[in-house]
C-alpha cells in the first residue's frame, strides 16, 4: 500500500514540476529602430542566450497556424534540409501548382 502511495506521489510531483516549467514564458517589448535603410531589431543578451544564438547566426522568422510569428534559431542541419525544399519546391513548382487547385 504504501509503495503505491510513493508512486502516486511521484507522479503528481512530476506533473506540478511539469506545470510549472511550462508557466515560465519570456516577454520583451522591443522597439524598431532605423539602421542604415532598413528597420532593424536589437535583441538584448537574454534573448540571444535563450535562442542560442549569436552575432552572425542565421534566424528564422516563421508565421504560425495563429497568425502569430516565431523567432527560431537557425542550426546548419535545418539550414541543409530548407535548401533540399527549395530546390524540390522550385523544380517541381508547376506540378505543386497543380496538386494545391
Request: one cysteine or more.
Amino acid at each position: 500500500m504504501s509503495l503505491r502511495v510513493s508512486c502516486c506521489v511521484k507522479v503528481l510531483l512530476l506533473r506540478v514540476i511539469t506545470f510549472v516549467t511550462t508557466l515560465y514564458c519570456m516577454v520583451l517589448e522591443l522597439k524598431l529602430r532605423k539602421i542604415g535603410n532598413s528597420v532593424g531589431l536589437i535583441l538584448p543578451k537574454e534573448a540571444l542566450a535563450q535562442l542560442k544564438a549569436g552575432e552572425g547566426d542565421t534566424v528564422t522568422l516563421t508565421e504560425a497556424a495563429d497568425g502569430s510569428l516565431n523567432l527560431n534559431h537557425l542550426s546548419e542541419e535545418v539550414s541543409e534540409q530548407m535548401k533540399v525544399a527549395q530546390d524540390i519546391m522550385h523544380r517541381y513548382r508547376h506540378t505543386l501548382a497543380e496538386l494545391a487547385k
